[in-house]
């Protein structure tokens, strides 16, 4: 997901790609994916896309799918936005920095302050970053180095950032989120421990924590939308995807839980926060 502005302004509008046929083809076995059931891959999908439209009042804008970008519907890694600035980021993988062009032209549409990363030696995935709304930390991954973080300190510089060394092939995301303003909810693996008590030495704000049976229940959303009177939303994986983590996520009563399922798409590595750019303020029309 690239990071969303939780915890910090009200949300207008969402954004997401359509999923391609070749993801659930040969094209997409060959770019290094499993052959998905593309039809539950789309079902998916269009369920993602009604919650956030319809269930949260969002103004939801849906990129066509490509069929030469296999992973375009994972645009949370394209892009880390804030306020009125969203910084377009430079993919690990060279086969997926041609995703970046639909979504630079849809958020310059919007009216956002486009921040591009000029370093070469720079690599960045959105969902290796967290915005907790008061500061953001960034995983030290296979997919996102030093220079990356660096540069999303030079570009929000009204907020502290701090790294954390993420193992394996896994995003600081796919284990780690916010369950409300003030919560990091987390997966009970040993890498998801490791970096939330890493995250707990260095921040200066307490935050409330929350384990999760399952690593990928903590790839959640939480939202405030733009509707008069409406209580914060955390969109998240359901009992379909992750019955074992439910319970733990009951107690989280200051939230609304709008439970979405995105098993078939996790087979192509997607999780909960790859799938949607979510804008925290009104752009600049």
């Known amino acids: 997901m690239g990071t969303q502005g939780e915890g910090l302004g009200r949300c207008s509008h969402a954004l997401i790609r359509g999923v391609p046929e070749s ?22 999908h269009g369920v993602l896309g009604g919650k956030l439209r319809q269930r949260l009042g969002l103004q939801l804008l849906e990129l066509p799918s490509e069929e030469s970008l296999p992973l375009g519907p994972l645009l949370g890694d394209t892009a880390v936005i804030q306020g009125d600035t969203a910084l377009i980021t430079r993919p690990w993988s060279p086969t997926r920095r041609s995703e970046v062009d639909g979504v630079r032209k849809a958020l310059q549409d919007l009216g956002l302050r486009i921040v591009e990363m000029g370093d070469e030696n720079a690599t960045l995935d959105g969902t290796d970053v967290l915005f907790t709304g008061r500061e953001f930390f960034v995983g030290l991954s296979k997919w996102t180095n030093h220079r ?23 995003h600081l995301r796919n284990f780690c989120g916010m369950g409300g303003p003030r919560t990091v909810v987390a997966g009970s693996s040993e890498a998801a421990q490791k970096a939330v008590r890493a995250m ?20 959640c959303l939480f939202l405030r939308p ?5 209580s914060p939303f955390l969109l998240h994986r359901g ?9 733990a996520l009951q107690k ?3 939230v609304t839980l709008v439970p979405v399922s995105c098993s078939e798409l996790e087979k192509a590595g997607a999780g909960l926060s790859s799938l949607c750019l979510v804008l925290s303020t009104r752009p600049h029309s």
């Open 23 to 44: 993801l659930g083809s040969g094209e997409g076995a060959g770019a290094g994916l499993p052959a998905l059931d593309l039809a539950k891959a789309q079902r998916e």
């Open 148 to 170: 990356g973080a660096e540069i999303v300190a030079d570009t929000f510089r009204d907020f502290a950032v701090s790294t954390v060394p993420v193992s394996g092939p896994l």
């Open 200 to 219: 707990a030495m260095l921040t200066d704000h307490p935050y409330a924590s929350l384990s999760l049976p399952d690593d990928a229940a903590a790839d």
């Open 226 to 230: 733009g509707l008069p009177g409406a």
């Open 239 to 247: 009992g379909g995807d992750l019955p074992n983590s439910q319970e």
């Open 252 to 254: 989280l009563t200051d």
